[in-house]
């Protein structure tokens, strides 16, 4: 199977690595199911991030960073130092890490969540929020998109996810709602254009903070 065939397989515990010209920033996508595929096999972490496969992999072609993507795994990938997923980052030896993960705008007020795993670092988390913000709202299309990177502000701080509270870089948790991930309610799919869309100015603000 090719790489997109992957993303949209139901099978168990396919791992993507790709390896572009950057290796200081490393695109992470934990807990990918294709749209429609709403759980993971995996008793840790039961919900899937459905469709960040296909978000985490245009935003790394966009930097030319390596990637790695875990699909329907049977483990809860970031949150195991030993996993495949967690050892092949460390191998990077990136200086930021930007994980992609889905919620549901349910528990989240928010269409983009953003974390650096503690309040002590909420500041990193704060200025890339801003900065998506400037860019953002000059796009018509994305204008009534919220996004908040305050710690004390959003509900997914990822405090517990060891690959975002990892000391050896700066890890960014971005959590993405349905509209900005999956096609319309109920279908199945890649990503609407404005998932896309989104990820050019988050691509556009990673380069503007960290070259």
């Not at 090719?2 to 996508?29: F, Y």
């Not at 993507?69 to 967690?86: G, P």
């Amino acid at each position: 199977m090719d790489v997109n065939q992957i993303l949209e397989s139901t099978d168990p515990s396919h791992l993507i690595v790709e390896t572009r010209k950057r290796a200081d920033i490393v695109v992470g996508v934990p807990h990918h199911a294709p749209a429609g595929t709403p759980y993971l096999p995996c008793a840790e972490h039961s919900d899937s991030d459905e469709n960040t496969g296909f978000v985490g992999r245009y935003l790394a072609d966009r930097l030319d960073c390596c990637s790695i993507i875990a699909c329907n795994t049977t483990i809860d990938a970031n949150k195991h130092l030993h996993s495949d997923y967690t050892i092949r980052i460390a191998k990077w030896r990136p200086r930021v890490l930007v994980e992609i993960h889905g919620h549901g705008k349910v528990r989240s007020k928010f269409d983009v969540e953003i974390s650096c795993g503690s309040a002590a670092f909420t500041a990193y988390s704060e200025a890339l929020a801003t900065t998506i913000d400037r860019r953002r709202i000059m796009d018509a299309d994305l204008a009534d998109v919220s996004v908040c990177g305050c710690f004390a502000d959003i509900y997914f701080k990822a405090t517990k996810t060891l690959t975002i509270t990892d000391p050896r870089w700066l890890a960014y948790h971005i959590e993405l709602s349905p509209r900005l991930r999956k096609p319309e309610a109920g279908q199945t799919g890649r990503p609407t254009a404005l998932a896309y869309r989104f990820c050019d100015h988050l691509a556009a603000t990673l380069v503007e903070k960290h070259g």
